[in-house]
């Protein structure tokens, strides 16, 4: 049995995973039909194990809640007793999601069905340096605006995530001490939104929420996967056995303040976060500004970079090749501890591919252990500016449809016993 593929065209997206056997409450059941819609009430038996009368008794409680969706019977009506064979899918549009991946100068808000699959989406420049009232009061209007789109209103969201390009505390949904993030940390992100919206918001870092995008629409059957962004700064989001790894406090993956030993062993320039020598000091897009900017180009912005380099500029393409062999390196100790079988590099700086990547493959493969590269998978992002709004979306749409959430909810509108 096969899965409706979602999310926007070009996308091959792999299926929500399917939930063990053996599976019992109404919001287990409703996993079993996020993953394989359509099903038939026999369908949920054979793969559940449940009693028929039980079955019937959860997809009516799952139809009430408007979570469920009656689809062509294949009986003809007024033929008798009995329920009429038909079969049953997840109701994705009984509200819709809202994400916005935010980055350093740009940020990408979408407006989702409830499978995660983006309907629509608005780029915007905005520079995150700002602070969160003004970046945020850029947010309303396009969620406003995507939402007109679509013919919905506030009260049809049932959730929304952002990703930012720094530390986050997911519990507090709050960036926190962040290097370039200026004004944002410990912000009450979750208060701005509910002024307008009465659902629950996640906030995720923005390389965990590309790997997630990458990871669950292209390589669902790589289990160890790494994403590294490569944008105004160096980030990694990693998928360990299949599940997002954030580490013990949500900083897992931050390659690019690990320390880059120069050619010549000096100290290297100092970094955005006060040590000198990090990765990104050397190969982010904002140190690439400023090389380039002390030879004496006119140049500003990590697009103006990527064009400098695409347009064979000696000194950009100087600096790509050394930032690909700085980020090589990194990238080979990484491989060696988590031995991923696929690394997918995006973000803006990895549309300088052949440069970038030269340095990145020559350094990983003979810097990395054998074992560890002998079946390794060096990409380019298949999403591309996309990645973590598309994360984005499907983790959010597993936030909120989780088995113990969708239970709970039901457990709340059926009123005390
Ligand atoms: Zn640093």
Redesign the pocket.
Known sequence: MSTTPVGPPGASYVATPVPPAGIVGPGELLALFRARSPLTRTDVMTLTGLSRSTVNQRIDLLIDAGLLVERGPDVVPGRGRGRPAGSFAFNVERGVLLVCDIGATALRAAICDLSGRVLEDRPLVSDVTEGPEAVLARVDPLFAELLAACGRSAADVRGIALSVPGPVDREQATVVSP?IMTGWDRFDIRGWFARTYDCPLLLEKDATAMAWGEYRTHYGEADTFLMIKLGTGVGAGIIAGGRIHRGADGAAGDI??TQATGEDGDVGPL?????SG?V??RAGGWAMIRDLAAAGRDVSTVDEVVERIRTADPVAVGLARAAGRVLGVALAETVNILNPRVVVVGGQLAEAEEQIFAGLREMVYSRSLPLATRRLELRRSRLDERAGSVGLALLLADHVFAPATVDAVLADSAGPA
């Open positions: 290097p690019g303040h970094c955005r976060c006060g040590n990090c990104e000091a």
